[in-house]
């Protein structure tokens, strides 16, 4: 019974240090609103690395399109897909001259998938900014000039974004809350920017902008 009163205590504890640290990420997080930008005469790359996106590419590239930041470059690379993504890719490119394209090179033995596609856009990207956006994610108007104002207030050299998740399955609407609940509540915010131990480093893949 004393080690079970001590488990529950060192649980109770821990509960509440979670709760303390949700409350504070709640009231002290950054939060991303619609700005107009006043840095138009600065170039921004968007890289979207693609892998049998389908079904997602076209709804990006057409809410980039539409974005009211015109001083843009695209970049993507079509990573060994299996559909019809590169030929959707292939005609935007045709289309749209800021839109450019690439196949993926043969993974190195000490790369991983998703960073070596990264880096193979980065090679190529000529804007001060780097925009890296998966393929299945969908951006409103504003976006840039919001990081771009972020970037500068803060003075960071990477802001990257958790937005609203759309879950479909069962299992999307389960696990994907997991994830965000665990960074919310378990990493204080102030330690991102403050600490230097890599220990308190996250970000989301899905949406992360470079100086």
């Not at 990420?25 to 890289?47: A, D, H, M, P, R």
């Not at 998938?113 to 001060?128: F, I, R």
């Not at 609407?173 to 509540?185: D, F, G, I, Q, Y």
Request: charge should be negative.
């Amino acid at each position: 019974m004393y080690y079970i009163e001590i488990f529950t205590y060192v649980g109770i504890v821990f509960l509440i240090i979670r709760l303390f640290v949700a409350f504070y990420n709640f009231y002290s997080g950054i939060v991303l609103t619609k700005t107009q930008s006043s840095f138009e005469n600065i170039k921004i790359s968007i890289l979207i690395p693609a892998r049998n996106e389908e079904n997602n590419i076209s709804i990006l590239l057409d809410n980039i399109l539409k974005h009211d930041y015109n001083n843009i470059e695209i970049w993507i690379l079509n990573d060994f897909s299996s559909d019809n993504t590169e030929m959707i890719i292939k005609q935007y490119s045709q289309n749209y001259s800021n839109i450019k394209y690439l196949n993926s090179k043969e993974l190195p033995g000490h790369w991983i998938g998703k960073n070596w596609a990264c880096h193979q856009l980065s090679q190529v990207a000529t804007g001060e900014y780097f925009l890296f956006l998966d393929a299945d994610v969908q951006i409103e108007n504003g976006l840039i000039s919001s990081l771009l104002e972020k970037m500068k207030q803060n003075k960071a050299a990477l802001i990257s974004i958790f937005p609203f998740q759309i879950t479909e399955s069962w299992g999307e609407k389960w696990v994907v809350p997991l994830m965000n609940n665990v960074l919310a509540s378990l990493l204080p915010l102030i330690l991102v920017s403050k600490s230097k131990n890599p220990a308190f480093a996250a970000a989301n893949g899905q949406c992360m902008f470079f100086d």
